[in-house]
């Protein structure tokens, strides 16, 4: 059997390769804009803290710089020493990479599966500002996802969601499955969730890379670069499982695990609320990271800061949109969840044993979207699998719930393909797999 074939996306497989261009270059200009900002906000510490401020900046930027040298020069990753709750995990991981590699070898930043190398780096980030207890508050990425924050485009896609819910409280939804309307919606706020994810800050390493032109109206134009499109099954999956619960429980639940703050979050939200609008659903339940991960991903603070810049804003559709979503939060029909499992280097199909609570937690949904790329080479273990593997085979009995990737491609990991579409692709785009420009909706629905 030609094991090699799935084995994880290894770094120093290839000096080409997207992993080994993005430990190279992309990880080391992240962590020199982490040092800079530290730098920038030298008298606000002082400011705050007095001398003992300017000390504990001039040591987060030594861990940093340090970091950065172990990156640069190949050195041995090394065991977390923060004592925090999740460390012992990361350490663990490390022995089982060691066992993996044999006895004489040790896994350094370029010999070293790439999912673990790229993850670790963030969580050493955290460990650099859990050293210092006058730090921990410091908001790493927090200006830079704000800027994604892109007031027009977010206006217009307001605009949008207030709309369906006039289209819903005037009584088009009186049976979801059976309205025209809602049906014709449905791609449509989806694919509105799905182009969201072409805005992340690791990609870009930093530079704003928010959407500028109007996504709304490009949208049919986009089509063509959704390589799987599954979401009429996505939909019907919603359409079952409200008949089906009808008779059992009044509730249907969704989950979303959400991926990038800014404009990706907003487009989340939306599908949120056409989600309960559209009687899809009764209770709608995020997930998001507990520290700062891979730049631009969404954590509590996130979340929290643009319900509150909604409500506060003095357009109308926005501050609209921002109460009633307060609203729902505080009425427990939209949940926030943190876990730190979405922080470890595992891939999904661990979660099971690694965090039996949140595989337990996400077996009551009725349907799960996965939002992103990073959530993807999760699902999909990081392998270089066929292109024609079956979605489902890649997820590895990984299956708590149906489930729904929604992720535009930034990684060379693909599955669920249909014969020569690869070939096709490569032929017209060599860095099709990479540049973002393409999509899927692949939906896995059995168990
Ligand atoms: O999960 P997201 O936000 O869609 O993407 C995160 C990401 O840009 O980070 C990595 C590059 O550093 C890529 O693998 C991946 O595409
Ligand atoms: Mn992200």
């Not at 950065?68 to 990479?97: A, C, F, H, M």
């Not at 700062?292 to 109308?316: G, I, M, Y």
């Not at 979660?351 to 790329?373: C, R, T, Y």
Request: hydrophobic fraction near 40%; include cysteine; glycine fraction near 4%.
């Amino acid at each position: 059997m030609l094991l090699s074939k799935y084995f994880h996306t290894y770094i120093f497989s290839c000096c080409r390769s997207f992993a080994y261009l993005t430990i190279r270059d992309r990880l080391p200009e992240i962590l020199s804009k982490v040092v800079d900002t530290v730098h920038r906000h030298k008298n606000k510490f002082f400011q705050e803290h007095g001398q003992e401020g300017v000390e504990a900046e001039k040591r987060v930027i030594s861990f940093l710089s340090k970091l950065r040298n172990e990156l640069q020069t190949d050195k041995p990753v090394i065991p977390l020493t923060d004592g925090l709750p999740d460390s012992e995990l990361w350490n663990q991981y490390l022995q089982q990479q060691k066992a993996l590699l044999g006895r004489n070898e040790r896994p350094s930043w370029f010999k070293s599966p790439w999912l673990y190398v790229e993850c670790y780096m963030y969580r050493r980030i955290h460990e650099a500002v859990k050293q210092s207890a006058l730090l921990v508050e410091f908001p790493w990425f927090q200006s830079k996802k704000q800027q994604l924050f892109f007031y027009v485009i977010i206006c217009t896609t307001l605009k949008i969601i207030y709309l369906c819910n006039i289209l819903c409280s005037i009584g088009f939804v009186i049976d979801a499955g059976k309205s025209p309307k809602i049906k014709e919606l449905m791609p449509f706020i989806t694919q509105i969730s799905l182009w969201g994810n072409r805005c992340d800050l690791s990609i870009s390493a930093g530079r704003d890379n928010s959407q500028k032109s109007s996504l709304l109206a490009s949208l049919e134009g986009l089509k063509a670069f959704i390589l799987v499109d599954d979401s009429k099954s996505v939909w019907s999956v919603l359409l079952e499982s409200k008949k089906t619960k009808a008779e059992e429980t009044s509730s249907t639940r969704v989950d979303i695990i959400l991926d990038n703050a800014g404009f990706e979050l907003v487009t989340d939200l939306v599908l949120a609320d056409f989600l309960l609008a559209s009687q899809l659903a009764t209770e709608i339940h995020f997930h998001g990271k507990c520290m700062p991960w891979f730049v631009s991903d969404t954590t509590k603070e996130d979340f929290d800061w643009t319900l509150r810049v909604l409500q506060a804003d003095n357009h109308f559709w926005m501050s609209n949109c921002g109460i009633k979503w307060e609203g729902l939060a505080k009425k427990g029909v939209w949940v926030y969840h943190e876990h730190s499992f979405w922080t470890l280097p595992h891939e999904f199909r661990d979660m099971a044993e690694v965090a039996p609570d949140l595989h337990a937690e996400l077996q009551k949904s009725n349907l799960i979207f996965f939002k992103g790329d990073l959530n993807y080479r999760k699902l999909t273990g990081d392998r270089k699998w066929d292109l024609t593997t079956s979605f489902h085979q890649s997820l590895q009995g990984f299956h708590p719930a149906p489930l729904c990737s929604l992720r535009t491609l930034k990684a060379d990991i693909q599955v669920g393909l249909q014969p020569g579409q690869g070939e096709q692709l490569t032929a017209s785009d060599a860095n099709w797999m990479t540049n973002g420009k393409y999509a899927i909706i692949q939906l896995s629905a059995s168990t």
